[in-house]
């Protein structure tokens, strides 16, 4: 396990192969060892541990249980924003409704890249029916100053709107 952890540490690009191939293989694993390893990265020192580990957290549905308490954790408390942006692209992966505050927390952030993370996972965690509150977040996105972030929360709007 160790050896794999290392090994995805050693690809440096956020978007790596190597890096996505590791997280890959543990989602397949799937397996208690995994969490816990993903666990400790989270709370690791350095931000590329943390980005690992929460990368890792965000393919680990069957831990969702476990794993939502960490990610709502880093999510009131981190600041790197590459960091943020993961744990808001791990909240979409999991789908679940009760990530939904973080993610409105997050959604006001000053830096584009994590606002563009919010965007992403309020589609995914809104809940059936849309969460009110949620959902006007999304429109508030919609019309952000990024281009980037607006066009993702209105695809998000869309697509909820068509529910």
């Known amino acids: 396990m160790r050896d794999l952890i290392q090994a995805a540490l050693r690809d440096t690009d956020p978007d790596g192969p190597l890096r996505w191939h590791v997280i890959s ?17 989270c709370a690791a020192d350095t931000v590329a541990e943390r980005l690992l580990g929460v990368d890792i957290m965000g ?32 909240f ?13 927390d997050l959604a006001g952030h000053l830096d584009p890249r994590v606002r563009y993370g919010a965007a992403y ?8 029916p849309p969460d ?12 952000d100053s990024d281009a980037d972030v607006a066009g993702w929360a209105s695809l998000g709007v869309a697509l909820r709107s068509a529910h």
């Open 25 to 41: 293989l543990l989602r397949q694993r799937g397996d208690l060892e995994s969490f816990i390893e993903a666990r400790r990265l």
């Open 121 to 128: 996972a309020l589609q995914h965690v809104l809940g059936d």
């Open 132 to 143: 009110r509150a949620g959902l006007e977040t999304l429109r508030t996105l919609a019309a």
């Open 92 to 104: 979409g992966h999991l789908a679940d409704p009760r990530s939904l505050p973080s993610v409105i």
């Open 59 to 90: 393919m680990l549905r069957p831990f969702v249980d476990r794993t939502l308490p960490v990610l709502r954790y880093l999510a009131a408390s981190e600041d790197d924003a590459m960091v943020l942006y993961s744990v808001l692209i791990a």
